[in-house]
C-alpha cells in the first residue's frame, strides 16, 4: 500500500507541473472533455471499487470544498462518501500515534498456565493455579480457567487417559520387546528373524535366523536372551511380545524364571509393540530392501553387521541424536576447527551401510 501511494503522489506531482504552463482556456477544455468521458463510464460500468490507497487521493484533495461545490462536481462517489473517507483517514492517523495500553495477563504466564496443564494431565486449574502460587505468581484462579478454556484444553478428568505411546515412554527403563518376522532369499525360501530390543536404550539384538521356527529354537533363544541381559545389566522387567503361537508356554515359562513378567498385545493393535515394529521397518528399508540374500548364512551376516552398525553408530532422534552404544561427542564451536574438518567414510555390506567419522 505505500509503494502504490508513492506511486500516486510521484505521478499526480508531475501531472500538477503539467498544468503550470497552461492556459485557463485549456484547462476548461480538458475538464470538459474529461467530465464527458466519465459521464459515458458512468453509463456503461457498474458500481466502481476503491481500494484504500484509491481513497486517500480525493480524501485529502477535495476535503477542503464545503459541501455545496462538492455536489456540483462530476464523481464516481457521493460527496458524503468522500468526506467519510477523510474522516476515516484522520482516525487512522490518531490511532497511529497513541499506543494501544495492552490488556490480560501477559504473554510468559500464559505460556507457563499451558505448559503446567500440558505437563500434568491430571492437575485441574485449581492445582495450577495452587503452583504459581507457590511460584510467588500472583493470578487469579478464574484466569488460569479462562486461559485453559481459550485454548481448548478440557477439564482434568478428560485429559487423563494415557496413551500407548505415553506408556511406553514413562516406562520405558522397564520394557523389553520382540518379534519374528520373515523375509525371503533369491530362490524363494522364507527365513525367520528373531530380535529384541530395549525401550530405553535402543539396543537391539539380533538373536537367530532359521527356516523352520520350531518350540525348541525359540526356547533357545529365551535362554540366550536372558543371558544377553545378565551380561549387559539390564534392568529390564517386562517383556512385550505379540499373540503368535510360534511363542510357546515353554518360552515364557524361561523369561519368567529370570524375573521376566510376559505382556502380551492385544489381538490387532500393534502400537502395544510400535518399538520393535518400528525397527524391522527400519531393517527392511535400510538394510533388506537393498540387499540380494542368497542363504541363512548370508542373511545372518548381514544381520549382524546391521546390529553393529544400529547399535554403535546410527543416530537415534529419542536419544537425541546418540547411539545405544555409543554418546555424542563434544560440540565444534570454533570457526578454526570447522575448517579443518576431515571426515572419513567407511563402508560396510559393499556399501550398503555407511558409517562416518573423523580422520586420525
Known sequence: ML?????????????????LPMSDREKDVEILALRHQLLVLQRQVGKPTFTDTDRIVPAGLLHHLPMRKLRHLLLLARPDTILRWHRDL????????????????????RALVLRLARENVSWGYRRIHGELAALDIKVAASTVWEILREHGIPPAPERQSTTWAAFLRSQAQALLACDLFETRTLTGARLYVFAAIEHATRRVRILGVTAYPTGDWIVQ????????????????????????????????????????????????????????????????????????????????????????????????????????LRPLPAPIIGPGQVRHLKIRRRDRLGGILHEYQHAA
Open 3 to 19: 509503494l502504490r501511494l508513492a506511486y500516486l503522489a510521484v505521478t499526480n506531482t508531475f501531472a500538477f507541473i503539467r498544468l
Open 90 to 109: 484522520l482516525k487512522r492517523r490518531h490511532a497511529a500515534t497513541c499506543v494501544p495500553k495492552r490488556r490480560g495477563r501477559p504473554p510468559t504466564i
Open 221 to 324: 533363544l529365551a535362554r540366550n536372551l536372558v543371558m544377553d541381559l545378565e551380561d549387559a545389566g539390564s534392568r529390564a522387567r517386562f517383556l512385550i511380545r505379540d499373540r503368535d503361537c510360534k511363542f510357546t508356554p515353554a518360552f515364557d515359562a524361561v523369561l519368567t524364571s529370570a524375573g521376566l513378567e510376559i505382556v502380551t498385545s492385544g489381538v490387532r493393535m500393534p502400537r502395544m509393540n510400535s518399538i520393535v515394529e518400528r525397527w524391522i521397518q527400519t531393517c527392511q528399508h535400510e538394510l533388506l530392501d537393498r540387499t540380494l540374500i542368497w542363504n541363512q548364512r548370508h542373511l545372518l551376516h548381514a544381520l549382524r553387521e546391521f546390529e553393529s552398525f544400529y547399535n554403535g553408530h546410527r543416530p537415534h532422534l529419542v536419544l537425541r541424536q546418540a547411539a545405544p
